[in-house]
């Protein structure tokens, strides 16, 4: 597994994952993200927002089925990816049950309040937090 800045990757290979993923934005895709290649074909996308102060959100984070089951790993490398950016803290908004189980397993904190910083988010969901160290 490979995770690639979006702006290094060709654009033809870019169109093809974002054409097979419409839910996918691309030009924040390309501003601010990265693609998870596996096996020479993407099969995934993040972006990972610098905010304020040492704070990170993770953005949007799309897998394919086929990389569903490493996800645990392409968080804990997008954390790694994150501590290079000196991060202190990264916040994440789920909004599946599955999501909280698998943030929760990575020590990932429930947060309290429905933003943690100033995020406009119009749905529902749960936020947490890493504390990188």
């Known amino acids: 597994m490979e995770l690639i800045l979006a702006k290094d ?3 033809a290979r870019l169109e093809q994952f974002i054409k097979n993923n419409p839910d996918v934005d691309k030009s924040l895709l390309m501003e601010k993200g990265y693609v998870v290649q596996m ?7 993040f972006v990972l927002d610098a905010m304020e102060d040492g ?3 993770l953005k949007k984070l799309h897998v394919t089925r086929q990389a569903a089951e490493g996800l645990p ?13 000196q991060a202190t803290c990264v916040y994440v908004h789920s909004q ?11 020590q990932f ?4 309040e429905e933003c943690p910083v100033n995020i406009p988010v ?12």
């Open 9 to 11: 990757v060709s654009y």
């Open 39 to 45: 096996n020479e074909q993407i099969e995934g996308c």
């Open 55 to 57: 704070v990170h959100w």
């Open 73 to 85: 790993v392409i968080i804990e490398s997008i954390l790694a990816i994150a501590k290079e950016n």
């Open 96 to 106: 599946q049950p599955l999501v909280d189980i698998l943030l929760e397993s990575l």
């Open 109 to 112: 904190r429930p947060q309290q």
């Open 122 to 133: 119009k749905s529902s969901g749960n936020w947490w937090a890493y504390e990188v160290s």
